[in-house]
């Protein structure tokens, strides 16, 4: 089984590296760019023994607590069979 | 218009972020995580007059050049309307 976990940061919360790349691409000439925000991502891959609902509570505490900061990131799981 | 691109390290580069992570998981006692490799998430606003088809192509064109290292990362865009 394959989970994907997505990171973004809240959406109050600055953003100066997406800032950075959106300076670099508006440099290389590319217009009708508003906006880019980064966040992670993240691949991973479960045994096959463990089964669906026990894989997605244990990525939903491993993204809470290891992946994201709950303070300024929102995280998003997604679980593929 | 909002574009999202994901980059993930090619099969064969090794992620000693990744395997970090992954002793960090273990260590907190979650059990059954064979793998997690980390990639990078970006979303992108694209001003509305823009069209989809130029949309994707510049995406295309920021995410090969900017975004990602295509000698060792792939990469995916999707748009969204």
């Known amino acids: 089984m394959k989970a994907k976990v997505y990171v973004t940061l809240k959406s109050g919360v600055l953003d100066p590296q997406g800032k950075a790349i959106q300076h670099s691409v508006e440099s290389l000439g590319h217009r009708g760019i ?26 939903e505490h491993i993204a809470a607590d290891v992946l994201a900061n709950p303070v300024i990131e929102d995280y998003r799981v997604e679980i593929e069979a």
């Open 34 to 59: 508003a906006d880019i925000r980064q966040g992670k991502y993240f691949e991973i891959a479960v045994d096959p023994e463990i089964s669906e609902s026990d894989a997605r509570s244990s990525i």
